[in-house]
T-cell receptor, first 112, second 113 residues
Framework: AQKVTQAQTEISVVEKEDVTLDCVYE???????LFWYKQPPSGELVFLIR??????QNEISGRYSWNFQKSTSSFNFTITASQVVDSAVYFC?????????FGTGTRLLVSP | DGGITQSPKYLFRKEGQNVTLSCEQN?????MYWYRQDPGQGLRLIYY???????QKGDIAEGYSVSREKKESFPLTVTSAQKNPTAFYLC????????????FGPGTRLTVT
């Protein structure tokens, strides 16, 4: 069975702090894909990144970076120098065939 | 601009009534999906369709029905058989196959009283 665990329900930081959102997944598939989505207060999910199981390279996009480690089944997301606009719920998801399995999300609150 | 449209943003219905949620996309995606989101929870898959005139049940299909008569449209009907229909409903689409990410619409918040 596929499962995604986001143990951090809510994180509060002050602007300019770095913050890491944890994601641990379970799957028996050898080929799978991992995603991060952002859900701002408006409700729409915004795609952030996709990573396949064969590519363990870390990725950096501006203030965002992702650390994928198959050995620990983790796909963590770090925001550097957080900003108020980063306040949202962040979801990690695992894809098998056509289905996405979502974690329960981490609410990030960035205060000025 | 390409994207996914869901209407209306907020919908109110009386218990016992069926209600249909609209989802339209102009991304030329073959696959479309319906998810339900409850407070403090992740998204759960209701139905998905990989091609016109074909669709499959997701994890929580009971009390819901869909149709896929056009590539661009994937309406969801919440029937009176759905025991707890109040939720936030999100529609998504993607390219079929491989690892393609899903793109989401703005969602419809349904309240049934």
């Amino acid at each position: 069975a596929q499962k995604v665990t986001q143990a951090q329900t809510e994180i509060s930081v002050v602007e300019k702090e770095d913050v890491t959102l944890d994601c641990v997944y379970e799957t028996r598939d050898t080929t799978y894909y991992l995603f991060w989505y952002k859900q701002p207060p408006s409700g729409e999910l915004v795609f952030l990144i996709r990573r396949n199981s064969f590519d363990e390279q870390n990725e950096i996009s501006g203030r965002y970076s992702w650390n994928f480690q198959k050995s620990t089944s983790s796909f963590n997301f770090t925001i550097t120098a957080s900003q108020v606009v980063d306040s949202a719920v962040y979801f990690c998801a695992l894809r098998s065939f056509q289905k996405l399995v979502f974690g329960t999300g981490t609410r990030l609150l960035v205060s000025p | 601009d390409g994207g996914i449209t869901q209407s209306p943003k907020y919908l109110f219905r009386k218990e016992g009534q069926n209600v249909t949620l609209s989802c339209e996309q102009n991304l030329n995606h073959d696959a479309m999906y319906w998810y339900r989101q409850d407070p403090g929870q992740g998204l759960r898959l209701i139905y998905y369709s990989q091609i016109v005139n074909d669709f499959q049940k997701g994890d929580i299909a009971e009390g819901y029905s869909v149709s896929r008569e056009k590539k661009e449209s994937f309406p969801l009907t919440v029937t009176s058989a759905q025991k707890n229909p109040t939720a936030f409903y999100l529609c998504a689409s993607s390219i079929t196959g491989g690892s393609y990410e899903q793109y989401f619409g703005p969602g419809t918040r349904l309240t049934v009283t």
